[in-house]
Nanobody
Framework: QVQLVESGGGSVQAGGSLKLSCVAS????????MGWFRQAPGKEREGVAA???????SYADYVKGRFTLSKDNAKPTIYLQMNSLKPEDTAMYYCAAGQPWRACGPLIEPSFNYWGQGTQVTVSS
């Protein structure tokens, strides 16, 4: 199975930036829908952003304009550039991938089949 490995999390003050990376073990998964979810303590996992094989992106309303999702098919890696971070962005961030050669669906957990181990993002006031 594909392995997704996240990195780039850390602690930052409100207004700061972080860039998360997710490396896929198999380059074929760059043909899949890939995205980021997050889960704060005591809350359900929620979709943050997704990117399709053609590079088209979608974002949750609460991150639109602040976060940017991109990918490098050659590495293969997806990135989440997070700017203007807020304390409410604090969560464990998970990389996710759907099935290769399948287009993105709704930004919900059932749309994705593979998950990384997560990387912690903490934003202080």
């Amino acid at each position: 199975q594909v392995q997704l490995v996240e990195s780039g999390g850390g602690s930052v003050q409100a207004g700061g930036s972080l860039k998360l990376s997710c490396v896929a073990s198999v380059a074929t998964f760059m043909t899949a829908c890939m995205g980021w979810f997050r889960q704060a303590p005591g809350k359900e996992r929620e979709g943050v952003a997704a990117i399709d094989s053609d590079g088209s992106t979608s974002y949750a309303d609460y991150v639109k304009g602040r976060f940017t999702l991109s990918k490098d098919n050659a590495k293969p890696t997806i990135y989440l550039q997070m700017n203007s971070l807020k304390p409410e962005d604090t969560a464990m961030y998970y990389c996710a991938a759907g099935q290769p050669w399948r287009a993105c669906g709704p930004l919900i957990e059932p749309s994705f089949n593979y998950w990384g181990q997560g990387t912690q993002v903490t934003v202080s006031s």
